[in-house]
């Protein structure tokens, strides 16, 4: 009989630093030192040049926003140190917090298919090919995921190319073209190479530092993002692999409110945050470049634009399915029960009716059964940030 143990998985290799981290049984928390640690270096770098604040820091930031709502004109100045880089900010700020939640994820999956296990929701077979395919694909996953750590170099050169392609689409059309003020196109462009040399990470001289650190920093927030992913789909891959092998129950006396499911609302509700701050960082790089540099970004658009309903739509579909089979098997079961309690009662007596009464309302109840892992008012939230930021990027690519 399998055990619970035999169907842990090993997210944590999917990188050397998580299962470093892993070792140490840290609190997850310490991850989010990365912000003040990232902020503290480009600090370091920026404040001996004087590109570390603006001269005039209120009076330009609030003006800045006012723009982006289109309450007022944007300002004329082009100096663009360090804390008026809000796209380098927001994505730093993002990159720790997905860290965390990366790991928390990590944690969850671990021990996810384990907690179905003893809780009486995922039921493996006792015996055969059936049961055999089901441990060789824990074992299949685990090894993707120790793949994946193995060839982290492969993930960090992509990270690199990924950050000398952003650099070079600032370099090619400029920088914070949406904060340009209102004018003629060439005019706006204009301004935005003017802004472009006055960036604190521009590829001029006297920002060689900064030219390093960003390239290194925005390398880093991507390679954060490639392996959180590629832990998602290995984690979803294996689920799926195991679906017509294994068989799913609930917990019909709903103790914890989604029927013996809150594990995976758990692990859900971290992974959804996650894009979501993926989402918002990526659409706040829309801030920096004009709609023509757009394209430039055009793998990580397309994957943040499908990966989030992905990261929704197909657990779910799992789950469904995974409900609609218990149900025909209750329901099968229910029957079949009755159907022999009844034959042990007289013809026309009150137990028989009764026993028919008793199985309607059973039969009715796993009709109806159904887990919910998310209330509305969550689901329309979590579709307002996405629509919104969806709806920010068409804009900018086709209203600028």
């Given at each position: 009989?399998?055990s619970?143990?035999?169907?842990?998985?090993?997210?944590?290799?999917?990188?050397?630093?998580?299962?470093?981290?892993?070792?140490?049984?840290?609190?997850?928390?310490?991850?989010?030192?990365?912000?003040?640690?990232?902020?503290?270096?480009?600090?370091?770098?920026?404040?001996?040049?004087?590109?570390f604040?603006?001269?005039?820091?209120?009076?330009?930031?609030?003006?800045d926003?006012?723009?982006?709502?289109?309450?007022?004109?944007g300002?004329?100045?082009?100096?663009?140190p360090?804390?008026r880089?809000?796209?380098?900010?927001?994505?730093?700020?993002?990159?720790?917090?997905?860290?965390?939640?990366?790991?928390?994820?990590?944690?969850?999956?671990?021990?996810?298919?384990q907690?179905?296990?003893?809780?009486?929701?995922?039921?493996?077979?006792?015996?055969?090919?059936?049961?055999?395919?089901?441990?060789?694909?824990?074992?299949?996953?685990?090894l993707?995921?120790?793949?994946?750590?193995?060839?982290?170099?492969?993930?960090?050169?992509?990270?690199?190319?990924?950050?000398?392609?952003?650099?070079?689409?600032?370099?090619?059309?400029g920088?914070?073209?949406?904060l340009a003020?209102?004018?003629?196109?060439?005019?706006?462009?204009?301004?935005?190479k003017?802004?472009?040399?006055?960036?604190?990470?521009?590829?001029a001289?006297?920002?060689?530092?900064?030219v390093?650190?960003?390239?290194?920093?925005?390398?880093?927030?991507?390679?954060?993002?490639?392996?959180?992913?590629l832990?998602?789909?290995?984690?979803?891959?294996?689920?799926?692999?195991?679906?017509?092998?294994?068989?799913?129950?609930?917990?019909?006396g709903?103790?914890?409110?989604?029927?013996?499911?809150?594990?995976?609302?758990?692990?859900?509700?971290?992974?959804?945050?996650?894009?979501?701050?993926?989402?918002?960082?990526?659409?706040?790089?829309?801030?920096?470049?004009?709609?023509s540099?757009?394209?430039?970004?055009?793998?990580?658009?397309?994957?943040?634009?499908?990966?989030?309903?992905?990261?929704?739509?197909?657990?779910?579909?799992?789950?469904?399915?995974?409900?609609?089979?218990?149900?025909t098997?209750?329901?099968?079961?229910?029957?079949?029960?009755?159907?022999?309690?009844?034959?042990?009662?007289?013809?026309?007596?009150?137990?028989?009716?009764?026993?028919?009464?008793l199985?309607?309302?059973?039969?009715?109840?796993?009709?109806?059964?159904?887990?919910?892992?998310?209330?509305?008012?969550?689901?329309v939230?979590?579709?307002?940030?996405?629509?919104?930021?969806?709806?920010a990027?068409?804009?900018?690519?086709?209203?600028?």
């Open positions: 009989m399998a619970a143990h035999d169907l842990r998985l090993e997210p944590e290799k999917v990188d050397p630093f998580f299962r470093w981290f892993a070792h140490r049984r840290w609190h997850p928390a310490w991850l989010l030192l990365l912000f003040p640690a990232m902020f503290a270096v480009l600090a370091l770098v920026t404040a001996p040049k004087g590109q604040v603006h001269a005039h820091p209120l009076q330009t930031y609030s003006r926003l006012l723009h982006v709502l289109r309450v007022q004109d300002s004329t100045d082009t100096d663009f360090l804390l880089d809000y796209p380098s900010l927001t994505c730093t700020a993002v990159a720790a917090a997905t860290l965390l939640l990366a790991f928390l994820n990590c944690r969850l999956m671990a021990t996810f298919a907690e179905l296990h003893e809780g009486g929701l995922l039921l493996l077979p006792e015996q055969g090919q059936a049961r055999d395919e089901v441990l060789r694909a824990v074992r299949r996953t685990n993707r995921f120790a793949r994946c750590g193995q060839f982290s170099w492969v993930v960090a050169l992509g990270s690199l190319a990924t950050a000398a392609l952003l650099m070079a689409a600032y370099r090619a059309g920088a914070f073209f949406a003020p209102s004018g003629a196109e060439a005019e706006r462009r204009a301004w935005s003017a802004a472009y040399t006055s960036w604190w990470a521009a590829l001289p006297g920002h060689w530092a900064g390093v650190v960003y390239g290194l920093f925005a390398a880093l927030i991507s390679y954060i993002m490639i392996k959180h992913n832990m998602g789909i290995f984690f979803i891959l294996f689920f799926v692999a195991i679906r017509n092998r294994v068989t799913y129950g609930v917990d019909q709903n103790t914890d409110g989604f029927y013996g499911w809150s594990p995976m609302r758990r692990l859900l509700g971290y992974v959804i945050f996650s894009l979501l701050l993926s989402v918002v960082a990526f659409s706040s790089l829309f801030i920096g470049m004009s709609a540099e757009i394209p430039w970004t055009a793998p990580f658009l397309i994957l943040y634009l499908i990966a989030l309903p992905a990261y929704i739509l197909v657990p779910n579909r799992l789950l469904k399915s995974a409900m609609r089979d218990f149900r098997c209750e329901i099968a079961s229910t029957r079949a029960e009755f159907a022999q309690a009844r034959d042990n009662c007289p013809p026309l007596s009150v137990d028989r009716f009764q026993l028919r009464e199985e309607r309302a059973e039969l009715n109840h796993l009709r109806t059964l159904d887990v919910r892992l998310f209330k509305i008012k969550e689901l939230a979590t579709a307002s940030v996405y629509l919104a930021s969806l709806v990027t068409l804009a900018r690519i086709f209203m600028h």
